[in-house]
């Protein structure tokens, strides 16, 4: 079968950093994709994971594991405005309900 | 470029009614996703077409859900008879390279009373 699996809610405070971790399982699999949400917005990309490894952009990285099934977003210097749901969306799954982020003061 | 395009914003409509959401995907990208979001199933892809050809509808909740898109720049997806649980925002989002990288619309807020 096939199915995703992300914490429902996360909180930090500002300036620390934060792991969200995503595990899947799935019979066809090409890359593990991250999304931000803020609340009355629309999804917006924020990176993929092909293969292996770590990619970074600017204060978020994200990580995979193609052999564990999984991959987590790593966000450093947590901003107030970093506050919003991240979904993990490997191809042709659907992006579920995401991991609720508050970064606190 | 302006983004996705989706119309209207927001819909409020009765049980029973037919509801026709719009869409106009980045000039350029191949690819046009619908789903839907609601807080208890979080964001579902419906359905996705490449080169105005639908490739996988079975999110499509039941028969009374139909998309089309005639051309490049258009997609709508219809609802027909209505329902009062068919309440919930519903994105379109396209892309140049399949669901790796996709440009979501402001959304759809439908309100089926």
């Known amino acids: 079968g096939q199915s995703l699996e992300q914490p429902s809610e996360v909180t930090a405070v500002e300036g620390a950093i934060v792991q969200i971790n995503c595990t899947y399982q799935?019979?066809?699999?090409?890359?593990l994709s991250w999304y931000q949400q803020h609340d009355g917005g629309a999804p917006t990309f924020l990176s993929y994971n092909a293969l292996d490894g770590l990619e970074e952009t600017g204060r978020f990285s994200s990580f995979l594991s193609r052999s564990d099934s999984y991959g987590y977003l790593l966000l450093q210097e947590l901003q107030m405005k970093d506050s919003a749901s991240y979904f993990c969306a490997p191809r042709q799954l659907t992006f579920g309900s995401g991991t609720q982020l508050t970064v606190l003061p | 470029d302006a983004g996705v395009i989706q119309s209207p914003r927001h819909e409020v409509t009765e049980m029973g009614q037919e509801v026709t959401l719009r869409c106009k995907p980045i000039?350029?990208?191949?690819?046009l996703f619908w789903y839907r979001q609601t807080m208890m199933r979080g964001l579902e892809l419906l359905i996705y077409?490449?080169?105005?050809?639908?490739?996988?509808d079975s999110g499509m909740p039941e028969d009374r859900f139909s998309a089309k898109m005639p051309n490049a720049s258009f997609s709508t997806l219809k609802i027909q008879p209505s329902e009062p649980r068919d309440s919930a925002v519903y994105f379109c989002?396209?892309?140049?390279?399949?669901?790796?990288?996709?440009?979501f619309g402001p959304g759809t807020r439908l309100t089926v009373l």
């Open positions: 799935t019979s066809g699999f090409y890359g």
């Open positions: 077409f490449n080169n105005n050809v639908p490739i996988d």
């Open positions: 989002a396209s892309s140049q390279q399949g669901p790796t990288e996709q440009f």
């Open positions: 000039s350029g990208h191949d690819y």
